[in-house]
C-alpha cells in the first residue's frame, strides 16, 4: 500500500553521502561519506541531525548508487519535499547510459546543486567515453559540484577539473596522498578536498601555508565513523577560529551556493 512504500523510501532515501550542514553557531557544514542502508536510514540521518544540532543537510539515496539512479534520484527529491531541512544529492551511473544525460540534465534544472559519482561500485572510470561525454555535453558550465572518490587517481581528477569549471571534490584519501592533492589544488583552481581520512596532526597548517584552506571541506564518514575523530584534527589546528569556521561550513556553503 501507499503507506508501506512511503516508508520504504523514508528508510532508503538516506543511506549514503550525506553532506552536513550544522547549526554550529549558527552555521557550519560536515561532509559524511557512504553508509550502508541499515546504518543510515533517514530516520537515523533525522535523529543525528537534531542530536547535534544540524540545521540542513544533503542527502542521496542508496538505490541511486548500487541499483537504479532513476529511482534513487526519485525517492532522494521525495524524502527532500517531505523534510525540508533535507537538500538532495543527485546521482547517474554513465556505464548504465540510458537516459544519463537526460537525467542529468532534469536534476540541474531543479536546482540539484551536488552530484556525487560511485565508479569504485558500479565499474567504470572517468577517464571512459561515457564519463566524458556527460561531463562535456551537460555538466561543463553547470555551476554543479562534482564530487569523485580519490580512488579515480587525483591526478586524473585534476585533469578531469581542466575540461570544466565545476566545482570538483575529491573525497576519501589519506595524508600520504597530500603532496599530490595540493599540487593539483595549485593547477586547479575549482578543485576541493574533502578531510575525514587525512590522519595527520598537521595538515590544516599545511594546507593554509599552500594558500588552499579556502578549499578544504570538513568531512567526518559518519556514521561508519565517529564525528568527534574528525572534528579534533580540525579543531586542534592552530588556525583562527574564524578559518575553522569556513572549513567546518563556510567553505562548502561558499562553493556550492548555499543560502543560509
Known sequence: NSEARTGAVAREAAALGHELIKAASGSGLELLGPA??????????????????????????????FYDFLEGNRETLAACREHPQLLPVGTVNPARWLGCLDEAKRLIGEGVKLLRFFPQYQEWHITEAPFRKLLDDVLAGSGVGLTIPSGEGISTIGEMAGRVDNPIIIEGFRYDRLAEALVVMGQRKNVCIESHLINSPNFVELLKAEGFLDRLIFGSNAPLAYIGAAVAPIEAAQVSDEEKKKIFGGNI????????
Do not use: C, V, Y
Open 36 to 65: 550502508p542502508a541499515p546504518l543510515a536510514s533517514l530516520d537515523t540521518l533525522l535523529r543525528l541531525m537534531e542530536q547535534k544540532s544540524i540545521e540542513k543537510a544533503f542527502t542521496l539515496s542508496a538505490r541511486g548508487a
Open 253 to 260: 556553503g561558499r562553493i556550492l551556493g548555499i543560502e543560509r
